[in-house]
């Protein structure tokens, strides 16, 4: 048999791939700013929020482009199956070839993370009424790496993905059962027209088939279909170049989706099932897969979720060994003899000692699971508490009942987390900093926030708690600073910008508020809430002329700002405008119909206006919403009606 072709082709691509993703991480790291990330799990941006950035368009186009060509871009131009083929490449050196896991279950993981990463967001906004259009674009970025791991969780990410998942899983290990974009490229591919396909020339050899590194049987699907139908094929061409006859060839047809078998070949033969697990052992896997990725997932507040689909599958495959060694007289797996005839043999032996070190493991992080499943929930619970702590600093929330046992149970529980831990959790610092915030252990809520800092935990949130307890010292110095470095931290985020501004406003401050305000309102852009408050500033420092093209701002972002659009009609009325101002308190009423304050101030723009009988109907309305009101009444006794 002749050795592909292809595979130096193939590896100059997938360098070149390497090289633009260094180019690009080059780039931000030289200007500070750069491109949204070109990789396929960005586009989550627009299932979870409508954000179109450069990731999705990327995603899109290789669906489409799949639905043409096939799966070509798996083959190359994806970096993880770059490192699994030099996984296997390495592996082949030394002698280890790996075999691929034949299982009925596990190969649906992918489809199962595309639907969970990409449409459950969609239909869970559906199901609470949220709008899919398009709220905006994001193609450039400061925070390039801010979805991405770091060193370590990258470099575990590499082992697991390629090394791991390649040995116990088989050649594109990953790929197979785990890869989440791979599930959508599959389902693309099944209408392809452009896919590998045959001439009479096919001597069935199998050569096709014993180089194909994405466990596909080529030479029976070309025997059965006249072309490669199955949606692993990553058309890496490597069956076409290693062909004795030249029979192979790449090319347009029919697609597999509507295709139907050869009629005038002889039947195939009945598929073989040797290599595949009992129904029980595919439960087992099943088992093992479901509690290591619920495990594994967000362990010590860092383990991401592909990383943990590709441990998850591993670790499925080792339990089920382990099961395996309990039940059959002989297991080998890779190379590694383990049991034969009855008789456990040292491999054996030292695999179930590194199966009880793993149990261990994963039985105590099961634990920690819980405890932090308990202290988020609680967290959860009492995030209307933090958003008013936030809104008014140097307050402690008046918490009900419920809160208490919320808090306590939190603390409890993330105390506990940290105490167990083999290594920090990260996020875990921010919440004991808020739940202690809110419990009023201000000292403990100033160390947690400072520990959280250190740690890069929510930086934003803990400068501004830290606020929070400067001011609950009347450290007001020591707030301000807070503040700004909440801004400096991220200046695009308007929650500090708002808080600072509202505290000198409520000093008496309504100078520097404003310009606190309106610094914010330009460096985060779309803000009701900082073009409402830079308003609001301008209105009660008797600048009410200007205030009006601010609440214009502010209900241009969001129509349905009910206290912007009242202090409009009521900046509009104290000039004057009063047709203006009648526009603006019938839009608020149409919100809130029951508000009586709002309606008497209808009635005087009315009466401004010189509409008698308009605002005795309004004043009507008022009697009717409160009938013993005695500014209605006036009003009606004033204008001679009862």
């Known amino acids: 048999m002749r050795a592909s072709k292809m595979g130096r ?31 396929p799990a960005e586009a989550m941006a627009f299932s979870q929020s409508s954000i179109i950035n450069a990731g999705l368009i990327f995603f899109v186009t290789m669906i489409l482009l799949t639905a043409i060509f096939g799966r070509f871009f798996c083959g190359w131009g994806c970096h993880v199956l770059a490192l699994q083929d030099w996984c296997r490449h390495l592996m082949l050196r030394i002698g280890i070839r790996p075999r691929p896991l034949q299982t009925r279950t596990l190969v649906w993981v992918p489809t199962l993370a595309f639907l969970y990463m990409f449409i459950w967001p969609l239909v869970y906004r559906l199901w609470i009424g949220d709008s899919l259009a398009v709220r905006g674009t994001e193609f450039m970025t400061v925070n390039f790496w801010a979805t991405f791991p770091g060193l370590v969780i990258g470099g575990l990410t590499f082992l697991i993905c390629g090394f791991a998942c390649v040995y116990f899983l088989g050649s594109k290990g990953f790929c197979t ?14 209408i392809a027209p452009m896919r590998i396909r045959v001439t009479d020339a096919c001597s069935q050899c199998g050569h096709c088939t014993a180089v194909c590194t994405s466990n596909v049987r080529v030479h029976e699907e070309v025997r059965d279909w006249g072309m490669v139908v199955s949606p692993g094929c990553m058309k890496c061409q490597d069956c076409i170049s290693v062909c004795p006859t030249n029979a192979l060839y790449y090319g347009v047809g029919a697609i597999p989706l509507f295709a139907k078998p050869r009629t005038e070949r002889a039947a195939p033969p009945p598929r073989r099932t040797s290599n595949r697990y009992s129904w029980l052992y595919e439960l087992l896997l099943v088992a093992g897969f479901a509690s290591s990725f619920l495990i594994v997932r967000g362990l010590y507040g860092v383990v991401p979720f592909l990383m943990s689909l590709g441990v998850a599958a591993v670790i499925a495959f080792l339990f089920l060994t382990t099961v395996r060694l309990l039940l059959e007289p002989t297991v080998e797996q890779s190379g590694l003899r383990l049991k034969r005839a009855g008789e456990l043999l040292p491999q054996g032996r030292a695999f179930l000692v590194v199966m009880l070190v793993l149990g261990a493991f994963f039985g105590h992080s099961a634990l920690l699971r819980v405890q932090t499943a308990i202290g988020d929930s609680a967290y959860a619970k009492v995030e209307p508490l933090r958003r008013s702590l936030l809104a008014a600093p140097g307050q402690v929330p008046v918490k009900p009942e419920w809160a208490v046992e919320a808090i306590d149970d939190g603390l ?3 105390r506990k987390v940290e105490a167990w831990g083999l290594f920090p959790t990260l996020g875990n610092s921010a919440k004991l900093a808020w739940l202690h915030a809110l419990s009023g252990a201000d000292s403990d809520s100033s160390r947690r926030a400072l520990d959280a800092l250190r740690r890069g935990e929510l930086p934003v949130d803990m400068h501004q708690l830290l ?13 301000h600073a807070a503040w700004q470095a909440a801004i400096t931290e991220r200046p695009d985020l308007p929650e500090a910008w708002l808080a600072y501004g509202l ?4 000093a008496g401050d309504l100078q520097t508020a404003r310009e606190v305000f309106d610094r914010g309102a330009a460096a985060v852009g779309d803000s009701p809430g900082l073009y409402y408050n830079a308003a609001l500033a301008r209105a009660m420092s008797g600048q009410i002329g200007a205030s009006i093209e601010w609440f214009e701002r502010a209900l241009a972002i969001n129509p349905r700002y009910l206290e912007a659009r009242e202090n409009l009609a009521g900046a509009q009325a104290s000039l004057g405008n009063f047709t203006a101002a009648v526009e603006h308190f019938r839009l608020a009423l149409e919100q809130v119909p029951e508000d009586v304050q709002t309606r008497l101030l209808l009635v005087r723009s009315l009466l401004g206006l010189g509409e008698r009988e308009a605002a005795i109907k309004e004043l009507r309305r008022i009697l009717k919403i409160e009938p013993e009101n005695a500014q209605a009444r006036a009003f009606l006794a004033e204008l001679g009606s009862s």
């Open 467 to 479: 606020a929070h307890t400067a001011l609950l010292r009347a450290d007001v110095p020591a707030a």
């Open 177 to 190: 059962y785990a890869c989440p974009y791979g599930a959508i490229f599959a389902g693309a591919d099944r």
């Open 9 to 39: 082709w193939r590896a100059l691509v997938l360098i070149g791939v390497h090289v633009l993703i260094g180019l690009h991480i080059a780039h931000w790291l030289t200007t500070g700013e750069t491109m949204t990330p070109v990789e």
């Open 412 to 414: 409890a529980a993330l």
């Open 503 to 506: 505290h000198l406003a409520r």
